[in-house]
């Protein structure tokens, strides 16, 4: 596969060009999978497009087919049950490499994998068909 939409200055464009060292644990010829090297639980894979791009919206699709395939091969690797697949956009969403990456985290217990807080708020069921019929007139 050419490297025509990788960038010279990327980290993870420099992993799957093998310009820096990774802990690989599976490649096709879209994709990349590597161990993280701040894991939040042993395994923490990460997957990433050999495409550059900093947000997942831009991703050719065919490179985005085989992520949750890929995943959850990783995931049946990992022989765990409980595990988390995280995909972040922009800073504020806590993107720190700006190369679109998926993380497998496994969970295998309270303490270790991936912590999340998550502030629901209960919506009116009228506000709610307002945000689905915009969404849904804007795809």
Request: glycine share 6%.
């Amino acid at each position: 596969m050419s490297n025509s939409h990788l960038s010279e200055s990327c980290f993870f464009c420099k992993i799957t060009k093998g310009e820096i060292p990774s802990f690989k644990v599976l490649e096709t010829d879209l994709n990349y999978a590597f161990l993280d090297i701040g894991p939040l639980a042993e395994g923490h894979t990460l997957i990433i497009p050999k495409y550059h791009c900093d947000r997942m919206d831009e991703v050719p699709d065919e490179y985005l087919q085989e992520i949750l395939p890929l995943a959850k091969k990783i995931a049946k690797a990992l022989g765990v049950v409980d595990y988390n697949v995280l995909q972040n956009n922009g800073k504020i969403a806590h993107q720190h490499v700006f190369h679109v990456h998926f993380h497998v985290i496994p969970k295998p217990n309270e303490k270790e994998g991936l912590i999340v807080g998550w502030p629901r708020v209960e919506q009116p069921k009228d506000v709610l068909q307002k945000v689905a019929d915009n969404l849904i007139s804007k795809l």
